[in-house]
């Protein structure tokens, strides 16, 4: 079983500029992909980045250029941070990851909110 805590979320305008962070309670070394996920009200739940065990990142279409996702090994946490955000980047963020045993776990989530 891994726990995952997100922090960092929270109200920014439009333009403006997050830093999400995900602690995970076991080693990133049992752990393969890291990625973030968001969902929008009456949207389904859709992929933002992630990262490899190697360090290989993917994005979404719409974060290309603007997000930049990174794991810390060593201290079992992956960021995401997030430039330019738009009115259309509000959602629960929530971060993913998949172990070794080929299992998935997902944090409670924290929102992000842009005004416009």
């Known amino acids: 079983q891994v726990q995952l805590v997100e922090s960092g979320g929270g109200l920014v305008q439009a333009g403006g500029s997050l830093r999400l962070s995900c602690v995970a309670s076991?080693?990133?070394?049992?752990?393969?992909?890291m990625g973030w996920y968001r969902q929008a009200p009456g949207k389904q739940r859709e992929l933002v980045a992630k990262?490899?065990?190697?360090?290989?990142?993917n994005y979404a279409d719409s974060m290309k250029g603007r997000d930049t996702i990174s794991r810390d090994n060593a201290k079992n946490t992956v960021y995401l941070q997030m430039n330019s955000l738009k009115p259309e980047d509000t959602a629960v963020y929530y971060c993913?990851?998949?172990?070794?045993?080929?299992?998935?776990?997902w944090g409670q989530g924290t929102q992000v909110t842009v005004s416009s």
């Open positions: 076991r080693s990133f070394f049992s752990m393969n992909d």
């Open positions: 990262i490899t065990r190697g360090g290989r990142t």
């Open positions: 993913n990851a998949r172990g070794i045993e080929g299992l998935d776990y």
